[in-house]
């Protein structure tokens, strides 16, 4: 082929092309120069830290934000949507982390919202909808989740593929998923790589962004690198390593993550529980964690490891067990969030923007929130004592903010995180209950937090880690417990287990394809 | 991932170490939509009546600040939670009634000792009765200051059937309204003294820490140990005793104890707060802000009396600007 008419094929089998794409907001540059050039039947996977830019790229082609200068080009036409709703009437989706549905109305009330199937006079026709909804859900494989029920009873993750049901109902020329596999389990993952597969067999294009590198290679053709708002590298995915990758993201170099030395478990148990129940998911777990120890609890959606966190730090219905923190006994009345907070026990929540930060505060009362006893006499604030002391954990944790009277949610995720892990660590926990301690969290963040970790191991601490990352529960592990109905199925120290055989016990079974 | 539409140059009220320095910031950055309205005012007041700067008016402005002023701060407390108080004008017809009451009953001095801590009792009362069922039994704040208006009102107006209480010795008017102390007037005195106290509660205790958590997000608040039920109930409380205070500042003022006092407080306290940067939404806005909201009302009124302004057109305008002050609050905390 002549070299004009490969360029020619190249053109036509382009959808999306950004180039030079700049965006200022007040005081920040999210944008210093994008490019972005995606083929049909392409996925393609745009990576990068928090803060690269991706986010403010994808306002930019949706139609959210307005670009200050910049070219697109869709379908070969010049593109540049004013709103939300122009990029829509464009053929491009988008399925975001932070979830759009109207908690209680059904799933079809809110696959159709906006755009119900009306008859004559206006009148809606629910049957013809309901017919639409449970075909869809059908066909795109996610026949698990009942049409008629409404959203707030479904699990977070089935309320995720309902948002993405809701993206195909006509098929999109374009889909961008943000973080489509955090809240999935092991099943949906697959039954939504599936998907992606046949979207790009009929020639859509599909955009995935995600910050677990593994997920690149199994199902990404092509990668396109970010970082401080430029486009870094667009390459074959399979012609990248993943410390490449990280390389280009980071611009450093990142050195895996150490495991934990044994050496520092203590012989004191800091949490001991036996036959837990609680309300909905835990049925029997009995569990210990000693000093210095990091434990790690993993399992499937509805398994009842999410609820373990919760249910011990008081904000789930314990229903019978018996729980000794610290050495004393706890009746579950006794559980609430303001004694043990004192008593020494740090819960960080796995839903950061909801329960973790206080997002219109600054990054200094965020820190402080919780030992604000310690900071003075009768509640009275020592707040020249306060800065120092945020200081101090701002340059230790390494958190990037242009001053500690920064609000917090101006602050991308890892940072948030890591202003979260000061709040616990100033109030000298013995115990740390932590939740998704990664999620939404940049590659330089994640080995800062696990460094972290293993430190407040060794200086004495039991941490338990509640995760449905098993690359993370690995990484920083002495013992990783695995929940299967409510129970734990399996037990595996550290080294001894590899992710498929931890998936597997998640299962409950010794080979997890038969269970899928 | 954050979102950067949020990353929209602003600051938070949150104090700071100079009190001055922070007035400043805040009046430059906080209260952006009150300044020019401020500059504007003044002007059009200036010119369109000549009494307008002089200092006669600007001493009588200063008094009639000090009442409003209180109420707007025990608002701004509240509103730094989260909620809003709509029982705050009944709640000082009420206090009026009783401060007058003992006032009557209790002849001399220790009568009136007597009847300013039955009045802040009173103030209290209400306050923690709001306090109680928000914290507790988790009402909305709008129906339970809304029902505990009627309810106040209505006791205010069965304690009196009606009619105001006169014939307030002299000697309270005396103390509390045109006294002074080494030539201060004790109007002013309360009022920086409470200025004072709200300063320190809100941003050099504990306290204020926790109402900001509260109002900015209460379940992370919960999450991080911050007793949220005790917070709320302190914050309605201390609105209360604040209430109280100007209840029985103003029953000195007026000379008879009304079980009409105060009827547009709440609308207007909540419309100077907003004006001054308080978020309807919580967790956001300062004592700073707070002040300057009431003061401006204050100066409007006081100048749309001057230039002949009817008060029934007055009630619209009030009315226009809490709309307009939070569609402003809207855009400014976007997000």
């Known amino acids: 082929m002549p070299e004009s008419g490969r360029r020619r094929q190249q053109l036509m089998d382009t959808i999306l092309d950004v180039s030079g794409v700049r965006k200022r907001f007040p005081g920040v540059t999210a944008l210093a120069d994008a490019h972005l050039m995606v083929r ?6 745009l990576v990068g830290e928090n803060g690269a830019g991706k986010s403010t790229l994808v306002g930019v082609i949706c139609g959210a934000v307005q670009p200050d200068t910049g070219r697109m080009r869709f379908l070969g036409e010049d593109y540049h949507p004013r709103s939300p709703q122009e990029a829509y009437q464009s053929g491009i989706r988008v399925v975001f982390q932070h979830l759009s549905l109207i908690p209680n109305l059904s799933v079809t009330d809110n696959l159709f919202l906006g755009r119900e199937m009306a008859g004559a006079l206006g009148f809606i026709r629910r049957r013809d909808m309901g017919v639409r909804a449970r075909t869809l859900l059908e066909e795109l494989g996610f026949a698990h989740i009942p049409a008629s029920a409404r959203v707030d009873t479904l699990s977070t993750s089935q309320k995720y593929l309902v948002e993405v049901a809701k993206a195909m109902l006509e098929r999109p020329k374009l889909i961008i998923l943000d973080e489509p596999t955090a809240a999935l389990n092991a099943a949906e993952t697959s039954v939504l790589f599936d998907l992606v597969a046949s979207l790009k067999d009929a020639g859509s294009g599909v955009i995935w962004i995600t910050h677990r590198l593994e997920e690149l290679y199994q199902i990404t053709d ?3 690198v970010m970082r401080d708002g430029r486009f870094v590298e667009s390459r074959p995915t399979a012609s990248l390593e993943r410390d490449e990758i990280i390389r280009l993201m980071t611009g450093r170099q990142i050195a895996d993550s150490e495991a934990p030395d044994p050496a520092h478990i203590g012989s004191e148990n800091r949490l001991v ?7 909905g998911g835990l049925k029997g777990l009995s569990m210990a964690v000693r000093a210095g120890e990091v434990v790690g609890l993993g399992g499937l959606a509805g398994s009842g490891v999410e609820e373990i966190g919760r249910a011990l730090y008081g904000l789930h219905p314990v229903t019978r067990g018996e729980i000794e923190l610290l050495g004393r006994p706890f009746r579950p009345r006794d559980l609430r969030p303001h004694r043990l907070a004192r008593q020494g026990i740090f819960y960080l929540p796995g839903d950061r ?7 219109v505060r600054p990054v200094s009362e965020n820190a402080t929130l919780s030992s604000l006893d310690a900071l003075g006499r009768m509640g009275f604030l020592h707040r020249l004592n306060e800065r120092r002391t945020v200081a101090d954990y701002v340059q230790r944790l390494r958190v990037s903010t242009p001053s500690a009277a920064q609000p917090i949610k101006l602050l991308s995720g890892g940072n948030q995180q890591k202003v979260l892990f000061a709040r616990g660590m100033l109030t000298e926990p013995q115990l740390f209950i932590l ?4 999620q939404g969290v940049d590659v330089g963040s994640k080995a800062d937090i696990y460094a972290v970790t293993r430190e407040l191991a060794e200086a004495g601490a039991a941490v338990i880690v509640i995760s449905t990352d098993t690359r993370e529960l690995l990484t920083v592990c002495h013992r990783i417990i695995a929940i299967s109905q409510g129970r734990m199925s399996r037990e595996f120290t550290q080294g001894e287990a590899d992710e498929e055989q931890l998936v597997s016990a ?6 997890s394809r038969e269970a899928v | 991932m954050n979102t950067m539409a949020e990353t929209r140059g602003r600051e938070t009220g949150d104090g700071g170490g100079n009190a001055v320095l922070d007035a400043a910031r805040i009046i430059f950055t906080k209260t952006g ?6 500059v504007i005012m003044a002007i059009y007041f200036s010119v369109a009546s000549e009494h307008f700067l002089s200092g006669r008016n600007m001493s009588t402005i200063a008094t009639q600040s000090v009442y409003f002023t209180l109420v707007v701060i025990a608002q701004a407390i509240v509103m730094i939670t989260g909620g809003f108080d709509l029982s705050v004008g009944a709640a000082l017809a009420l206090t009026s009634i009783t401060t007058s009451s003992v006032i009557v009953a209790v002849p001399g001095a220790g009568g009136i000792v007597l009847a300013t801590g039955a009045g802040m009792l009173t103030g209290a009362s209400v306050g923690a009765a709001n306090g109680l069922l928000i914290s507790q039994f988790r009402v909305s704040p709008l129906i339970v200051t809304l029902g505990m208006a009627s309810v106040v009102s209505g006791l205010a107006l069965i304690i009196t059937g009606g009619v105001p209480i006169f014939n307030l010795p002299q000697l309270f008017k005396e103390t509390l309204y045109t006294g002074d102390l080494a030539g201060v007037p004790v109007p002013w005195l309360v009022v920086l003294l409470v200025v004072g106290i709200a300063y320190i509660a809100l941003y050099w205790h504990r306290l204020g820490r926790n109402w900001y958590a509260v109002g900015g997000n209460p379940v992370s608040a919960h999450i991080a140990g911050v007793p ?6 302190l914050a309605y409380l201390s609105a209360g005793v604040l209430v109280g205070i100007a209840g029985v500042m103003l029953t000195a003022r007026v000379g008879s104890g009304e079980p009409n006092l105060g009827g547009t407080f709440a609308l207007q306290s909540i419309a100077a707060a907003v004006l001054g940067g308080i978020s309807l939404r919580g967790g956001q806005g300062s004592l700073w802000g707070a002040i300057l909201g009431a003061i401006f009302l204050v100066l409007l009124q006081n100048g749309l009396d001057l230039v002949g302004v009817s008060s029934y057109l007055q009630m619209i305008i009030t009315g226009a600007l809490l709309v307009f002050a939070v569609i402003v609050d809207h855009y400014w905390h976007k997000g």
């Open chain 1, 40 to 45: 049909a039947g392409e996925v393609h996977a």
């Open chain 1, 222 to 224: 092509q990668v396109t």
């Open chain 1, 273 to 279: 529980i036996s036959d837990l129940h609680t309300a």
């Open chain 1, 353 to 359: 923007q909801s329960e973790g930060i206080v997002d």
């Open chain 1, 435 to 438: 939740e998704e301690p990664t």
């Open chain 1, 506 to 511: 998640y299962f409950g079974s010794q080979d």
């Open chain 2, 33 to 38: 939509a009150l300044l020019p309205l401020f």
């Open chain 2, 228 to 233: 949220v039920k005790r917070a709320l109930f």
